[in-house]
């Protein structure tokens, strides 16, 4: 008899482990996500905020990263990813150079700055990596979801956050975890809006409509960008890890509307952390591409039906 899953979020994947961190004050944090794994990356925003993306290309020497970090801040927070690095250096994990190791971390950030909120630093991002744990990641306002908004086309907004999910797929897991803090609505998976900009009754305004019906100009923009990570326990190697990200990107035009604008700046990790590595085949790499994608979609609709955390 198949053992029932109990761990339904990233963290069920074996081999990750993830942590949350807020600011001081609130409003703003980090989430640490920890390998080591194999990685890839897409970009599809066009206002991108990151670091050591390009040691996740198939060319680059180093094998694997050793943590993936999601910041709030905007480029400020790329502070964090320095105190993840610190940490995992203390307990001496990292690419091996004649020097000492070396972590490997590539972080993406959101943009939720305000002048009254602190931002994330390496502080932060250290708080993060201790506390990070197998157990089912917190959802909801966390970590790098704590100042998350979404629907901003009208000028007002909704909460937005963490949301995580996992699937069963054959002998294999697939998870996802999303950061959302989107310019656009969220929807759920029959495409009916759960979170956006309100019109003054609170009836939901659709803002791709109000794209298609407002004069230019008139859309209010407040700073946006969903970040995101889909994790298998199968031992796809790096270049499988890239065809199946390609297809779990589908997730994001399902379920946040608009998306991939030129004010958010989405990013997309695939990890996998199997210490072995086999070649899939392409039906193999269909089928966790396709669950990949479903587990994004949940994930992204399950960021923002959390009820708040404590802080």
Not at 20 to 44: D, E, N, W, Y
Not at 186 to 199: E, P, Q
């Amino acid at each position: 008899m198949t053992q029932a899953v109990e761990n339904r979020t990233l963290t069920g994947i074996s081999g990750i482990r993830v942590g949350h961190a807020t600011v001081p004050g609130g409003g703003s944090g980090c989430t640490a996500i920890l390998g080591p794994f194999r990685a890839a990356v897409r970009v599809t925003g066009m206002a991108t905020g990151a670091r050591e993306l390009g040691t996740l290309d198939p060319e680059h020497l180093v094998p694997r990263a050793d943590a993936v970090v999601f910041s709030g801040g905007s480029a400020f927070g790329l502070a964090s990813a320095h105190g993840v690095t610190a940490w995992l250096a203390e307990r001496d994990r990292g690419f091996p150079t004649s020097g000492g190791v070396v972590p490997i971390v590539p972080a993406a950030i959101l943009y939720d700055l305000r002048r009254d909120r602190s931002r994330p630093d390496a502080a932060t991002g250290f708080s993060a990596a201790d506390a990070a744990s197998s157990a089912p990641v917190a959802e909801g306002r966390v970590g790098a979801g704590t100042g998350a908004t979404v629907g901003k086309l009208g000028g007002s907004s909704m909460p937005g956050g963490i949301g995580s999910w996992l699937i069963e797929v054959g002998d294999y897991r697939v998870a996802a975890l999303a950061a959302v803090n989107a310019l656009g609505d969220v929807l759920d998976g029959t495409g009916t809006i759960v979170a956006g900009t309100r019109g003054p009754d609170g009836a939901f305004l659709d803002g791709s409509r109000l794209l298609r019906e407002s004069p230019p100009g008139d859309l209010v923009d407040q700073g946006n960008t969903t970040l995101c990570v889909v994790a298998t326990d199968a031992p796809a190697s790096q270049a499988d890890l890239y065809r199946i990200l390609r297809m779990a990107v589908g997730a994001m035009p399902r379920r946040i509307r608009p998306v991939n604008t030129p004010f958010d700046g989405d990013v997309v990790f695939a990890l996998a952390p199997s210490e072995t590595v086999e070649p899939l085949t392409n039906r193999s790499v269909m089928t966790l591409g396709d669950a990949g994608r479903e587990a994004l979609e949940e994930a992204i609709t399950r960021a923002v039906l959390q009820e708040d955390e404590d802080q």
